[in-house]
């Protein structure tokens, strides 16, 4: 079992819907990421939280220390936010980040 | 230029072959990494340089040579390369080896 768990692996949408895509891991952590790769391969860094909430726009993410889960949420969603949402932690033992195999998403309008 | 730039964009080479890839920061970051990302697998750290020194390499084979003459630059240098190489190599930097790692647009390799 990976460290690192994201669902659903695979996500297909219509225009405006609410999505949420989920993150569970199995190690203490400092901190968790999540980040969004485009289909050019360019990754970039949406969110990095350790407690609580955070929002941005139209996308939310939020944790449970406890529960050892994050979610990802975006709201109105549009064709531009087909992506690939990956899910990483940065684990207390060190400072490598542990990687989520990632969710494809699709955003039909 | 702005963020953390990768050149080449897509390298296409023999088995025989030496090329390197390269990656610039311009962030002030002290902290740099190559990822390889096969198709539908999480991202593999391959190498780490923090002030210039390198502190960590992932059982990565002799055939990947990586190179950090200075905090802004850093380089993989590729030679007799196999095609199961073939994939996305990803650079990316941070501050501080524990803080948030900002990507470059990646180099698509291809080893015929």
């Known amino acids: 079992k990976n460290e690192v768990e994201q669902s659903p692996q695979n996500l297909t949408a219509q225009e405006g819907e609410f999505i949420t895509i989920n993150c569970s891991y199995s190690v203490g952590i400092s901190a968790l990421h999540w980040l969004q790769q485009h289909p050019g391969g360019g990754i970039v860094s949406l969110f990095m939280?350790?407690?609580?909430?955070k929002k941005h726009g139209r996308l939310i993410a939020t944790i449970n220390i406890q529960e050892k889960h994050s979610s990802l949420h975006i709201t109105a969603s549009h064709p531009r936010d087909s992506a690939v949402y990956i899910c990483a932690v940065s684990p207390d033992s060190n400072y490598q980040l542990i990687w989520g195999a990632g969710t494809k998403l699709i955003i039909k309008p | 230029e702005t963020g953390v730039t990768q050149t080449p964009r897509h390298l296409v080479m023999g088995m025989t072959n030496k090329k390197s890839l390269k990656c610039e920061q311009h962030?002030?970051?002290?902290?740099m990494y190559w990822y390889k990302q096969s198709a539908k697998k999480p991202l593999e750290l391959m190498f780490v340089?923090?002030?210039?020194?390198?502190?960590e390499n992932n059982s990565v084979p002799s055939r990947f040579s990586p190179e950090c003459p200075n905090s802004s630059h850093l380089f993989l240098h590729l030679h007799t390369l196999q095609p199961e190489d073939s994939a996305l190599y990803l650079c990316?930097?941070?501050?501080?080896?524990?803080?948030?790692?900002?990507f470059g647009p990646g180099t698509r390799l291809t080893v015929t």
């Open positions: 939280l350790s407690s609580g909430k």
């Open positions: 962030l002030g970051h002290n902290a």
């Open positions: 990316a930097s941070s501050q501080e080896r524990a803080y948030e790692q900002y």
């Open positions: 340089y923090s002030l210039e020194e390198r502190v």
